[in-house]
């Protein structure tokens, strides 16, 4: 069965570097997204992604962020300047609809900024 | 904004005897409603989804949901629990744009033998 992918699933770091996390979508899927769970939190929504430009963004996804699909598999996360308070856990999402249709997450990337 | 409230963080239940996980459901149109699930260091799966069709939803392993637009909730049963049914629990609706999931908090169900 297809699923979503994403590397690395560990990352630490340090405050104020810049980290990439990569997701693979399921090929067929049209629509990406991210969202983050800091520890103990609810999951929430970070961004939308189709036909290559942002469909929509949260609060939190601000100009220290920024998401690339630089082929036709890979769709990235970038945070550009690390702070600890996003040490989370970063899921990538993808579906083939938008709305209605299910989204399928992998399994997810544990950011700790130290 | 569409928003869903769990009721519970943690549920605890004997294995063989019913689940129950509540969701209640904020919402000013008709919305869609998912229950997923994630077990440690696995993503999130989806049990089943609620889009406006029948009222009660049947999902994967046994799990079924019921739209309840009187009460505003969307609770997630399971007649007999499994030990391999411990797990976080999370309710979700879509957003006005259709875009963004909204999660609620998760509800961690333990199973003991």
């Known amino acids: 069965e297809p699923e979503v992918t994403q590397t690395p699933s560990h990352q630490v770091t340090q405050m104020g570097q810049e980290v990439i996390l990569r997701c693979v979508p399921i090929?067929?899927?049209?629509?990406f997204y991210w969202y983050r769970q800091i520890l103990g939190q609810k999951v929430e929504f970070l961004v939308s992604?189709?036909?290559?430009?942002?469909?929509?963004k949260s609060e939190i996804f601000d100009d220290q962020f920024s998401v690339e699909r630089p082929d036709g598999s890979n769709f990235t996360l970038k945070i550009r300047s690390t702070k600890l308070e996003d040490s989370a856990m970063y899921f990538c999402?993808?579906?083939?609809?938008?709305?209605?249709?299910?989204?399928?997450f992998g399994p997810g990337t544990r950011l700790t900024v130290t | 904004a569409q928003s869903v409230t769990q009721l519970d963080s943690h549920v605890s239940v004997s294995e063989g005897t019913p689940v129950l996980l509540r969701c209640n459901y904020s919402?000013?149109?008709?919305?869609?409603l998912f229950w997923y699930v994630q077990h440690p260091n696995k993503g999130l799966q989806l049990l089943l989804k609620y889009t406006s069709a029948a009222t009660l939803v049947k999902g994967i392993n046994g799990f079924e949901a019921e739209f309840k637009k009187s009460e505003t909730s969307f609770h997630l049963t399971k007649p007999s629990a499994h030990m391999s049914d411990a797990a976080e629990y999370f309710c979700?609706?879509?957003?006005?744009?259709?875009?963004?999931?909204?999660f609620g908090k998760g509800t961690s169900l333990l199973v003991t033998p």
């Open positions: 999402a993808s579906s083939a609809e938008r709305g209605e249709n299910e989204q399928y």
């Open positions: 979700a609706t879509n957003s006005n744009s259709g875009y963004a999931l909204n």
């Open positions: 992604f189709y036909n290559n430009e942002i469909s929509e």
């Open positions: 090929s067929n899927h049209l629509y």
């Open positions: 919402s000013s149109y008709s919305p869609s």
